[in-house]
């Protein structure tokens, strides 16, 4: 009797936690008005929404189908923060490329403000933003972003997980924890210029953080946080474990910091800490240096939780592809075993001459649109954008989501077909809206090594193992929705020998 109370109070706030939002969101959607920006003369769609981190995905199965009425510009109030949302291959590029500098700034949030507190490189804003990412950009290139030598690195990890893999003699198994370890220490080795044992307390403890932390944004208390900042702060609840797990991460990061200090040669730095920690040296005589602690440490996690939680999700989606499209995965195995072969490992070399798995690659990266959103933007000054003024620091969202199945760009958007990626004659076929890594000044600074990883996780993978699903399991690869993102549903995998 207890435990069924227990199960209908669990299902009970379940309900309230999901359905409370969809139900604000379905009256005011109702009750929206025309409404105009300062010095705009053209009437913009206003949505009276609540605003708390889980809104966002709730919100946003919907844009498309709202410009369809209100055009790929339109304004949403979420509380009573005011949002411009721009729809579309044609509108996204028009603000974050065309008018880069406009629409580069980063939008504050309750979230961000306590925990990177405006440091870091993907939450700052102004000078503070613009050096991070000049030397973030040029340290990752120093240490073998698109190089020969962090793809040796990637090769190496790559094979470590094979033999995790082969551990599992052809049973099912999750592989969410395998695909994070590995993804993770090729961000540990650009950053911390080391890679860690899969057993390790420390490494599977930071990896726990970051993977709770993912997760923990779109809790009902943390919704609550985000609606009400100003009065949840003073508040115990589990919304205060988020903070702690940052400082933990912080603190383990800090735990580093240290000990490269220790062993820090300025004539060769072996990694990002240590290029950071050379920079905070030069320039040790100006006090408004952006170049401090503080930016260290939220720099690197911003960087460690860019490089695996993305990657992983997407390696993991596309293993469920594999499984759900088994003609696809075939077709892949033969172009691998027709270019590399059995003998040797794929290379980045090879990805020219392997058109079918590059289309292959990049449509699941479309498909599962990891990123919906993307980050929020805001605009830096008064801007004239398609016949409105949006006035300096109003909150922008380009969705990505929209221009990753823009219908004017792909043929049946909603569909996984590598042949939105291929020409006539099965040659692979750039377009111009493959937009998951943003675009712009705010595009992710890891691009590069994402693809490479990518490439060289799955071709290692399908070289090496034939996939299977467990008997009875239903393969479903609409996305589950986890803080700003999307993350694929729980499945299990068999992996035989080839």
Same mark, same amino acid.
């Given at each position: 009797?207890?435990?069924?109370?227990?199960?209908?109070?669990?299902?009970?706030?379940?309900?309230?936690?999901?359905?409370?939002?969809?139900?604000?969101? /379905?009256?005011?959607?109702?009750?929206?008005?025309?409404?105009?920006?300062?010095?705009? %003369?053209?009437?913009?769609?206003?949505?009276? &929404?609540?605003?708390?981190?889980? /809104?966002?995905?709730?919100?946003?199965?919907?844009?498309?189908?709202?410009?369809?009425?209100?055009?790929?510009?339109?304004?949403?109030?979420?509380?009573?923060?005011? =949002? &411009?949302?721009?729809?579309?291959?044609? @509108?996204?590029?028009?603000?974050?490329?065309?008018?880069?500098?406009?629409?580069?700034?980063?939008?504050?949030?309750?979230? #961000?403000?306590?925990?990177?507190?405006?440091?870091?490189?993907?939450?700052?804003?102004?000078? #503070?933003?613009?050096?991070?990412?000049? +030397?973030?950009?040029?340290?990752?290139?120093?240490?073998?972003?698109?190089?020969?030598?962090?793809?040796?690195?990637?090769?190496?990890?790559?094979?470590?997980?094979?033999?995790?893999?082969?551990? #599992?003699?052809?049973?099912?198994?999750?592989?969410?924890?395998?695909?994070?370890?590995?993804?993770?220490?090729?961000?540990?080795?650009?950053?911390?210029?080391?890679?860690?044992?899969?057993?390790?307390?420390?490494?599977?403890?930071?990896?726990?953080?970051?993977?709770?932390?993912?997760?923990?944004?779109?809790?009902?208390?943390?919704?609550?946080?985000?609606?009400?900042?100003?009065?949840?702060?003073?508040?115990?609840?589990?919304?205060?474990?988020?903070?702690?797990?940052?400082?933990?991460?912080?603190?383990?990061?800090?735990?580093? =910091?240290?000990?490269?200090?220790?062993?820090?040669?300025? $004539?060769?730095?072996?990694?990002?800490?240590?290029?950071?920690?050379?920079?905070?040296?030069?320039?040790?005589?100006?006090?408004?240096?952006?170049?401090?602690?503080?930016?260290?440490?939220?720099?690197?996690?911003?960087? +460690?939780? $860019?490089?695996?939680?993305?990657?992983?999700?997407?390696?993991?989606?596309?293993?469920?592809?594999?499984?759900?499209?088994?003609?696809?995965?075939?077709?892949?195995?033969?172009?691998?075993?027709? &270019?590399?072969?059995?003998?040797?490992?794929?290379?980045?070399?090879?990805?020219?001459?392997?058109?079918?798995?590059?289309? =292959?690659?990049?449509?699941?990266?479309?498909?599962?649109?990891?990123?919906?959103?993307?980050?929020?933007?805001?605009?830096?000054?008064?801007?004239?954008?398609?016949?409105?003024?949006?006035?300096?620091?109003?909150?922008?969202?380009?969705?990505?989501?929209?221009?990753?199945?823009?219908?004017?760009?792909?043929?049946?958007?909603?569909?996984?077909?590598?042949?939105?990626?291929? %020409?006539?004659?099965?040659?692979?076929?750039?377009?111009?809206?493959?937009?998951?890594?943003?675009?712009?000044?705010?595009?992710?600074?890891?691009?590069?090594?994402?693809?490479?990883?990518?490439?060289?996780? +799955? @071709?290692?993978?399908?070289?090496?193992?034939?996939?299977?699903?467990?008997?009875?399991?239903?393969? %479903? &690869?609409?996305?589950?929705?986890?803080?700003?993102?999307?993350?694929?549903?729980?499945?299990?995998?068999?992996?035989?020998?080839?």
């Amino acid at each position: 009797m207890l435990n069924s109370g227990l199960g209908f109070l669990t299902s009970g706030l379940d309900f309230f936690r999901f359905s409370v939002p969809i139900f604000l969101f /379905s009256i005011l959607i109702y009750r929206s008005v025309t409404g105009k920006f300062k010095n705009g %003369d053209q009437k913009l769609l206003i949505l009276g &929404v609540l605003w708390v981190p889980g /809104s966002i995905p709730l919100l946003f199965p919907f844009p498309a189908q709202i410009s369809k009425t209100y055009g790929p510009v339109f304004t949403i109030y979420l509380g009573s923060l005011r =949002v &411009v949302v721009l729809c579309g291959y044609e @509108t996204v590029k028009a603000a974050l490329v065309d008018q880069a500098d406009a629409f580069g700034g980063r939008a504050e949030h309750p979230l #961000t403000e306590r925990t990177s507190k405006g440091h870091g490189l993907f939450f700052s804003n102004g000078e #503070t933003w613009s050096q991070l990412r000049r +030397f973030s950009l040029s340290t990752l290139r120093n240490f073998g972003m698109g190089k020969r030598s962090i793809e040796e690195r990637i090769q190496e990890e790559a094979q470590c997980l094979l033999e995790e893999f082969r551990k #599992t003699k052809g049973s099912p198994f999750d592989p969410t924890f395998f695909l994070r370890r590995s993804v993770s220490n090729i961000v540990c080795f650009v950053v911390f210029g080391e890679r860690f044992d899969y057993d390790d307390a420390e490494f599977q403890t930071l990896l726990r953080l970051l993977n709770e932390n993912a997760r923990r944004v779109d809790t009902f208390w943390v919704q609550l946080y985000g609606l009400f900042p100003h009065l949840m702060k003073h508040l115990p609840g589990p919304h205060n474990k988020l903070f702690e797990n940052f400082e933990e991460q912080k603190r383990y990061v800090a735990e580093m =910091v240290q000990k490269h200090e220790a062993t820090l040669e300025p $004539a060769s730095p072996k990694d990002y800490i240590d290029a950071f920690l050379i920079r905070m040296q030069q320039e040790k005589g100006n006090p408004r240096t952006i170049f401090h602690q503080e930016n260290l440490l939220v720099s690197a996690l911003d960087l +460690f939780f $860019a490089g695996t939680e993305t990657i992983s999700n997407s390696l993991k989606y596309g293993l469920l592809i594999f499984l759900k499209y088994p003609c696809v995965t075939r077709t892949m195995q033969e172009e691998l075993d027709r &270019v590399v072969g059995r003998d040797r490992v794929p290379s980045m070399e090879d990805r020219m001459r392997m058109p079918y798995t590059d289309a =292959v690659i990049q449509e699941i990266q479309r498909f599962i649109d990891i990123t919906p959103v993307g980050v929020p933007h805001s605009v830096t000054q008064d801007t004239h954008f398609r016949g409105f003024t949006i006035p300096k620091g109003t909150t922008v969202f380009p969705v990505l989501g929209s221009v990753l199945h823009d219908p004017t760009q792909f043929q049946e958007p909603e569909n996984f077909d590598p042949g939105n990626f291929l %020409d006539e004659s099965g040659g692979f076929k750039k377009n111009v809206a493959f937009m998951p890594f943003s675009a712009g000044k705010r595009a992710c600074p890891g691009e590069g090594l994402a693809r490479m990883e990518l490439f060289l996780f +799955f @071709t290692t993978l399908l070289q090496t193992f034939t996939l299977s699903s467990p008997a009875n399991q239903e393969l %479903d &690869v609409t996305p589950e929705y986890s803080g700003f993102g999307k993350v694929p549903r729980q499945y299990q995998l068999c992996l035989l020998p080839r």
